[in-house]
């Protein structure tokens, strides 16, 4: 769906049309309920994958005791968790999923207010949506704490994945030590 802002209208009216035919979400994933676990892996995205959010340091600064606390507020808790420019990774053990989206979707609209404002861009639309995946098992939710921890290296933020200070990789690696993390 990357491509949606280069397909012309009859592109995209083909492809909402597909996505309703097969009771898919038309413009983005769906939420699942009820699922086997308590633990997700939830990904907020700037709009269009602009860098809203790392627009500068300050504000990656100010939105982690936010992202925190919203997490914190829903009795949850977080193993991994990581920030970039334009999304943040958030791993999570959390009871009440359909209440946390809620309350991310306020952060959203709160934080997007605010950086209009400083960027004087009323208006403009800082976030897309929070997408949230099951974990399947311990495999997967390893898996997922070590792609959360990489990630700041994956998209060239950083060398190494110690070196990235939006991230709980430095918490995690003085809690395992370093012999069982890497």
Request: charged share 25%; aromatic share 12%; hydrophobic share 40%.
């Given at each position: 769906?990357?491509?949606?802002?280069?397909?012309?209208?009859?592109?995209?009216?083909?492809?909402?049309?597909?996505?309703?035919?097969?009771?898919?979400?038309?413009h983005?994933?769906?939420?699942?309920?009820g699922?086997?676990?308590?633990?997700?892996?939830?990904?907020?995205?700037?709009?269009?994958h602009?860098?809203?959010?790392?627009?500068?340091?300050?504000?990656?600064?100010?939105?982690?005791?936010?992202l925190?606390?919203?997490?914190?507020?829903?009795?949850?808790?977080?193993?991994?968790?990581?920030?970039?420019?334009?999304?943040?990774?958030?791993?999570?053990?959390?009871?009440?999923?359909?209440?946390?989206?809620?309350?991310?979707?306020?952060?959203?609209?709160?934080?997007?207010?605010?950086?209009?404002?400083e960027?004087?861009?009323?208006?403009r639309?800082?976030?897309?949506?929070?997408?949230?995946?099951?974990?399947?098992?311990?495999?997967?939710?390893?898996?997922?704490?070590?792609?959360?921890?990489?990630?700041a290296?994956?998209?060239?933020?950083?060398?190494?994945?110690?070196d990235?200070?939006?991230?709980?990789?430095?918490?995690?690696?003085?809690?395992?030590?370093?012999?069982?993390?890497?």
């Amino acid at each position: 769906m990357y491509a949606w802002r280069k397909w012309t209208l009859e592109m995209r009216e083909s492809e909402v049309e597909r996505r309703k035919r097969l009771q898919r979400p038309w413009h983005g994933p769906p939420h699942f309920s009820g699922q086997q676990t308590d633990q997700y892996l939830l990904t907020g995205t700037c709009y269009e994958h602009s860098p809203i959010l790392g627009a500068t340091a300050a504000r990656l600064d100010a939105f982690v005791p936010l992202l925190h606390q919203a997490f914190t507020d829903e009795h949850a808790t977080i193993p991994a968790w990581v920030l970039l420019p334009n999304h943040y990774h958030v791993l999570a053990t959390i009871a009440d999923l359909p209440s946390l989206l809620g309350r991310l979707g306020r952060l959203h609209g709160r934080t997007s207010f605010i950086w209009n404002d400083e960027d004087g861009m009323r208006g403009r639309k800082c976030w897309h949506r929070v997408s949230d995946r099951a974990m399947r098992g311990e495999a997967h939710f390893w898996a997922t704490v070590n792609y959360i921890h990489h990630n700041a290296v994956k998209h060239g933020h950083a060398l190494k994945w110690t070196d990235w200070p939006w991230s709980s990789a430095l918490d995690f690696l003085r809690e395992t030590g370093r012999e069982d993390a890497l």
